[in-house]
């Protein structure tokens, strides 16, 4: 049976342990770990290289499951294939559609000069890219998440959009746009995901020594509806 859990409620993330999966290395000497997303199969991420549009970024896939997509055993949340052919920009965001078997990247930035507004498409498999698809003339996307029963995409822009959160159809299109989202505590934003009703994002407070913060957002009534403090017990680390 196809089994998924669902945010309670507001406070769902009040008062909770967290737990370490599992831990990598990065691989370039200046690598920002920036998005993860997860398939039926895999955890993937994207370690951004570098600010340089010519240096490729890295893509990891981690086994979700003990066993692979062949059904073999394997060591859950190893490595199971790693690529490194293709600059992602910022590689702010991730989200798969297993509708369209597809990954869609939110760029954050366009060093590639016709980049602005777009989202690249990863293959979930071969982790390369298959495309491109453009959103706005108007922003550059931070965050994207998916809706599974409304096959919609939730996607949060750049300042230049006021970090608005926005509903797109399953072809992109702008069904709503909710505006900005409060930054407080914070300024600017990570990655989001989606739940039902719920966005839950990550304001950035790297250098404001306040400690670290995640956001969630109701669709339904189209605001920030708790701001919960997060402590995982990590050491010598910092938020990009």
């Given at each position: 049976a196809d089994c998924r859990a669902e945010i309670a409620g507001d406070e769902a993330f009040s008062h909770i342990t967290w737990e370490k999966l599992f831990e990598d290395a990065l691989l370039a000497p200046n690598g920002v770990m920036q998005s993860v997303?997860?398939?039926?199969?895999?955890?993937?991420?994207?370690?951004?290289?570098?600010?340089?549009?010519?240096?490729?970024?890295?893509?990891?896939?981690?086994?979700?499951?003990?066993?692979?997509?062949?059904?073999?055993?394997?060591?859950?949340?190893?490595?199971?294939?790693?690529?490194?052919?293709?600059?992602?920009?910022?590689?702010?965001?991730?989200?798969?559609?297993?509708?369209?078997?597809?990954?869609?990247?939110?760029?954050?930035?366009?060093?590639?000069?016709?980049?602005?507004?777009?989202?690249?498409?990863?293959?979930?498999?071969?982790?390369?890219?298959?495309?491109?698809?453009?959103?706005?003339?108007?922003?550059?996307?931070?965050?994207?998440?998916?809706?599974?029963?409304?096959?919609?995409?939730?996607?949060?822009?750049?300042g230049t959009g006021g970090y608005s959160i926005k509903i797109l159809d399953e072809n992109f299109q702008l069904l709503d746009d909710q505006g900005p989202a409060d930054p407080s505590p914070g300024y600017n934003f990570q990655d989001l995901c989606v739940s039902g009703d719920y966005v839950i994002n990550f304001p950035l407070t790297y250098g404001m020594n306040i400690g670290e913060y995640m956001h969630v957002y109701s669709l339904s009534r189209r605001t920030t509806v708790a701001s919960v403090p997060l402590d995982f017990q990590l050491m010598d680390y910092i938020q990009i």
């Open positions: 997303c997860v398939t039926e199969h895999y955890i993937i991420s994207i370690e951004n290289t570098a600010d340089d549009p010519g240096q490729p970024d890295t893509v990891s896939a981690y086994y979700r499951n003990s066993v692979d997509e062949n059904g073999q055993p394997v060591q859950q949340y190893s490595l199971a294939k790693r690529v490194a052919d293709t600059d992602w920009e910022h590689g702010n965001g991730m989200a798969y559609n297993p509708n369209t078997g597809e990954i869609y990247v939110a760029l954050y930035t366009n060093t590639h000069g016709d980049n602005g507004g777009c989202l690249y498409v990863m293959d979930p498999n071969t982790l390369a890219l298959k495309g491109k698809i453009k959103v706005s003339d108007s922003y550059n996307i931070l965050g994207i998440g998916y809706r599974r029963e409304e096959n919609q995409y939730v996607i949060q822009t750049d």
